[in-house]
């Protein structure tokens, strides 16, 4: 399919070089040279407006890149003791353990078996710390 749309492509750009070779050949030497500068002319003016408008833009804001700080969450560095909760309850653990049974929803989605093992993982590593 791939290929069909390249000769496409390069059939249609040797017929549009045809035609202009077939339209440039009825000028004069002068006229070439005319229609170069007169080219040459508008495309740099397009260009320099559009330059000219966007640096001269002060509608939209300054690009600058905004640096937040990150909240790092209470539990990071602490221990789960008798006092704390767990960061993995034993009813969300079921739940994910429910989703892993769901094969439509596992030959659908493959990478979310990696998810669910470090998931697993992390239960068990926080089961270890108790």
Request: aromatic residues 8%.
């Amino acid at each position: 399919m791939k290929s069909f749309f390249i000769i496409r492509l390069k059939k249609w750009a040797t017929q549009l070089a045809i035609r202009l070779t077939r339209s440039t050949d009825r000028l004069s030497p002068a006229g070439k040279i005319a229609g170069l500068i007169l080219f040459t002319l508008l495309s740099s003016s397009l260009s320099g407006y559009i330059v000219w408008s966007t640096l001269g833009a002060t509608a939209l804001p300054p690009t600058q890149f905004v640096v937040k700080p990150s909240k790092i969450p209470r539990h990071i560095g602490k221990s789960i003791g008798p006092d704390n909760h767990a960061l993995i309850s034993k009813a969300l653990y079921d739940r994910i353990e429910a989703v892993k049974q769901n094969d439509s929803l596992m030959r659908a989605h493959p990478q979310l078996l990696d998810s669910i093992h470090a998931f697993e993982q992390s239960y068990q590593s926080q089961s270890k710390n108790k």
